[in-house]
């Protein structure tokens, strides 16, 4: 949803009598920034769009960026939330101050607001007039049908974001659930630099970003893509990283893609990444006392779900294990069994920190305690256990000899594949004695689970099984891409077999998965009610170009109760 620049003499006249503050109560400036009795006077561009995100049943957080036109310091921004996208009911409006200091952005807290309601926004300098906004606050209770999209992994040279304007055209959302991977940290010549020469997708800074002025330039290019600044004009987001915001397979000590020799000290750079992050994110800032990585939210859609929204990379994630490094050898060959035993399901390792797990228990208890139907994980990685099909039985023999002929990762990960191990050591599969912890923490909540994830690139529908007795302990709607290419694009031959029989082969060879689709990229549109909650797989025709269509490739359901799916194919 976009707006256009008022002209209306009513607009400009208020604005040059300074009668912002009329209604400026009932906000507060997050970030550093200080309300402002001024003058919206200075010219200024607003070319990153607008946002909103976090709701609340009374508030929601407002951003935008406003850069001066003129070389000074600060810059007065006013703001109007209104009751109509003609703003003929302004319920809110002020002024606040922006300044270098925190790139330019400008984020309030709007307060006092009435639960479940739509409203409407736009920011204004000088003159100059933002695209106007559509919000929404989270019911106050109430059984009405909730409405999400989930989204993940957008990296920018991929291709354009046509995910991003599907979830933009979807109709009324109650919010956005992004999982992370909003950025990616890599320079041009890194991860798929070359599609975005090819697409003219160029990075800003070229090189791979590790400095807060690197990770805000960064911030600034994806949010002048207009597709994009669509989605975020649609609907309020909920937010939470992944690694790539901070970089690759990251855990609380560092990042497989961070080398201290060359990139200066992991904790340094981290907190540079989350600085720009709860900048340029519609999100509340860290409460006084909170270390910024330790993100926990709640969100309650009445009576429906409870959306808890974790952090599983910086917090309390132990470092990734390694099948080159970690594998212990018994006559010259891997010593599977002894690795499983007594390396992976190692009841130390953390994915959360066990304060964070004690404070997701309680949380799912007290939801089921306030008569809350689902329980709705927003988690950055699959949870389902996955185990590799042996594709040197599986792929045809030419596409076998092709990509071993190639050699590098895809055929190391091609090779590896005959001994049946879990595919991703960086998902919850690294991590089992932590997710048996969830498991069982759930169950002791009687949740009816709902985990949302992201980062494989791939679309999943699973159910998820307790090892000790195979019962199922809840269902997982896993998405794709916006933008970032399958895995299985790496691997020779024709494409189409080759996504086929991965397809086919990971639902034979896994109890947990139910459906993947490892070819298309887009989202996943969920609706969720009392009885039941149902998620469409919408997948886009292309991301090479601007010209695409978008189809319905599933819907899953999983009905009160059950923690099953039914599966519907068009």
């Not at 900048?279 to 006392?289: K, L």
């Amino acid at each position: 949803m976009t707006g256009s620049r008022p002209t209306s003499p009513a607009f400009l006249s208020a604005t040059r009598r300074g009668v912002l503050g009329v209604l400026g109560g009932g906000f507060a400036v997050l970030g550093g920034g200080l309300p402002s009795q001024a003058k919206a006077d200075s010219p200024a561009r607003f070319d990153w769009g607008v946002a909103s995100g976090d709701p609340r049943s009374d508030s929601v957080v407002l951003w935008t960026r406003a850069v001066p036109e003129d070389d000074v310091r600060s810059l007065t921004v006013g703001f109007e939330l209104a009751e109509d996208e003609g703003f003929s009911r302004i319920v809110r409006q002020g002024a606040a101050e922006t300044s270098a200091a925190r790139d330019f952005t400008v984020k309030l807290d709007v307060r006092g607001l009435a639960a479940g309601r739509t409203y409407f926004y736009r920011f204004h300098a000088g003159g100059a007039v933002s695209a106007t906004g559509r919000t929404r606050t989270l019911p106050a209770g109430g059984d009405a049908p909730v409405r999400l999209a989930l989204a993940s992994c957008a990296n920018y040279v991929s291709g354009f974001y046509n995910a991003y304007r599907e979830i933009a055209e979807a109709g009324e959302l109650d919010a956005v659930i992004h999982v992370g991977d909003y950025i990616y940290e890599y320079g041009q010549d890194g991860y798929d630099g070359a599609t975005g020469r090819e697409l003219g997708r160029l990075l800003e800074p070229q090189h791979e970003i590790v400095t807060l002025d690197d990770y805000r330039a960064r911030f600034a290019l994806y949010r002048r893509d207009p597709d994009l600044q669509a989605a975020h004009a649609a609907a309020p987001f909920i937010t939470i990283w992944d690694d790539h915001e901070t970089a690759n397979n990251s855990w609380a000590d560092g990042a497989g893609n961070h080398d201290p020799e060359t990139e200066g000290r992991w904790l340094a750079r981290r907190d540079a990444a989350l600085t720009a992050y709860f900048e340029w994110m519609p999100m509340r800032d860290p409460e006084a006392g909170q270390a910024a990585e330790r993100l926990n939210r709640v969100y309650d859609f009445g009576q429906v779900g409870t959306v808890l929204v974790i952090e599983s990379r910086l917090t309390g994630r132990d470092a990734q294990l390694s099948y080159d490094r970690d594998m212990p050898v018994l006559d010259g060959e891997p010593d599977i069994a002894r690795f499983e035993r007594e390396v992976l399901a190692d009841p130390s390792r953390s994915m959360l920190g066990a304060p964070q797990e004690a404070w997701l228990a309680a949380q799912m208890r007290a939801s089921r305690e306030r008569g809350i139907a689902w329980q709705i994980l927003a988690n950055q990685t699959v949870m389902a256990q996955m185990r590799s099909p042996d594709y040197m039985r599986h792929f045809p023999e030419d596409v076998v000899t092709a990509t071993l002929q190639a050699g590098g990762y895809a055929a190391a990960w091609l090779e590896r594949s005959r001994l049946g191990l879990p595919i991703g050591l960086d998902s919850w599969d690294g991590y089992p004695a932590a997710r048996t912890r969830l498991y069982d923490a759930a169950r002791a909540a009687d949740a009816n689970l709902v985990v949302l994830s992201g980062d494989s690139h791939m679309f999943w529908a699973n159910e998820l099984h307790h090892p000790a007795d195979g019962e199922r302990v809840g269902v997982e709607f896993g998405t794709t891409g916006i933008t970032s290419p399958t895995g299985y694009s790496y691997i020779n031959g024709d494409k189409d077999t080759i996504y086929a029989i991965a397809q086919r082969a990971l639902v034979e060879t896994n109890r947990d998965i139910r459906f993947t689709n490892v070819r298309d990229r887009g989202f996943i549109l969920i609706t969720a009610r009392r009885d039941e909650i149902e998620a469409d797989y919408i997948g886009v025709s292309t991301v090479r170009d601007r010209d695409y269509t978008a189809s319905r490739l599933l819907t899953a359901r999983s009905r009160i109760g059950t923690a099953g799916l039914e599966l519907e194919t068009p």
